[in-house]
């Protein structure tokens, strides 16, 4: 055994649900008195969390353990591309472990297995809030795993199975320590929010004398009463989403909702087994504005879907400008081993895809120019999440952190991280803000 602490190092891949996946893990063998090292070199093993969500992402995982075998050689496999462990094996043979998605403690027993302790670990080596891989200001707050969708584009419920809600109370207890340790922005995250509960059926749980279901609106009402931003991702807009709209109003949660829509004809939503409710979202969308006007809608779209035509790719253009998204991202479609949507008849041509999907992130930056502009002028709180030497790169209530815009204090090279202040919008372009104090 090691006479030092074994030093672990760590790739984290994927999106945010990902991202919390590995600071389980890290906090759990942080726990168990191991470190994290900032890099290959001193790693007495590596552990590489991947994703498969569709094949780039494959490859990225792929290259990703290849790296740490050539940099490092002594490597853990974890995550979604649990499908591939014969691939890996083969590839790499003399890797240590392949573990499935969320399988924690099957991924602490490989490394204790490759690196063992040389002593008793000491459970202070822990923050009460866990070890994070975000900066301390903000942090994602995963309340359930799995989905119940049967999109034919996604293989996330065959990978991490149906939905699992965490109850309530765990969940704004976990949410409470965050803020207690600095958190200044919870970021809720899984793979259908507004679903959350339904496999409990809504069970009550009691959460410092107050009776609350495990339901999408009793957590939404909980959350707002730390003193926190609070921002909803993976939204789908069934009708009790309605019922949030007045708590962003009221200001108890941010006015910011992350809805993956997907598409807008309602052929190719048929097409993707996703609800074809196009026109009656542009109503829900102008029914929440006119409750909290400061709203702001971010989501993903996929352009080439098989048997996508001109007119429904004129359909989503069209649906995107009325519905005023200045927040989008889109993809264009590919196939992914063990989806549904590879069977279907009349595939996109690539150039097509290529073609349609610079038209659409046209479409969005035209949207994206108009809804900025009119913030200008506007007196808004900021979070700062960086300074360097030309000044503070800030965020809005209206942009989450990596995927939206960002409002640039020039100058300002005295906040720091984490500041919370009021700005004055002076400039705006297709995506981000200027501003002074």
Known sequence: MTAHAPKVGFVSLGCPKALVDSERILTKLRSCGYEVAPSYDGADVVVVNTCGFIDSA???????????????????????????????????????????????ESVVKEVQK?????HNPHVDLVPKEGIKLTPRHYSY?????????????????????????????????????????????????????SAYGLDVKYQQETWKGQALATRFQD?????????????????????????????????????????????????????????????????????????????????????????????????????????????????????????????????VPEEVKEERWHRFMAKAQEVSTKVLARKVGQTIDVVVDEVDEEGAIARSQW??????????LNGETELAPGDRLQVKITHSDEYDLWAQL
């Open 58 to 104: 494959r490859e990225e995982s792929f290259a990703a353990i290849s790296e740490a075998m050539n940099e490092n050689g002594r490597v853990i496999v974890t995550g979604c591309l649990v499908g591939e462990t014969e691939t890996i094996k083969q590839d790499h043979p003399n890797i240590l472990a392949v573990t499935g998605p969320q399988q924690y």
């Open 114 to 118: 490759a690196a063992p302790m040389a």
């Open 141 to 193: 707050l995963k309340i359930s795993e799995g989905c119940n969708h049967k999109c034919k584009f996604c293989i996330i419920p065959s990978i991490r199975g149906p939905l699992q809600s965490r109850p309530i109370h765990k969940v704004l207890r976990e949410a409470e320590r965050l803020v207690e340790a600095g958190c200044e922005e919870l970021l809720v995250i899984s793979q259908d929010t």
């Open 219 to 347: 957590l939404a009402q909980g959350l707002g009463e730390m003193g926190v931003w609070v921002r909803l991702h993976y939204v789908y807009p069934y009708p009790h989403v309605d019922e949030v709209i007045p708590l962003m109003a009221e200001g108890k949660i941010l006015p910011y909702l992350d809805i993956p829509f997907q598409h807008a004809s309602p052929s190719v939503l048929k097409a993707m087994a996703r609800p074809a409710f196009a026109e009656k979202t542009l109503q829900r969308l102008s029914k929440w504005r006119s409750i909290c006007p400061e709203l702001a809608v971010r989501s993903t779209f996929i352009v080439g879907f098989p048997g996508e035509t001109e007119e429904d790719f004129q359909i989503l253009l069209d649906w995107l400008e009325e519905a005023e998204l200045a927040r989008v991202g889109c993809f264009k479609y590919e196939n992914v081993d063990g989806a549904r949507a590879n069977e279907l008849d009349n595939h």
């Open 399 to 408: 942009d989450a952190p990596e995927i939206d815009g960002c409002v640039f």
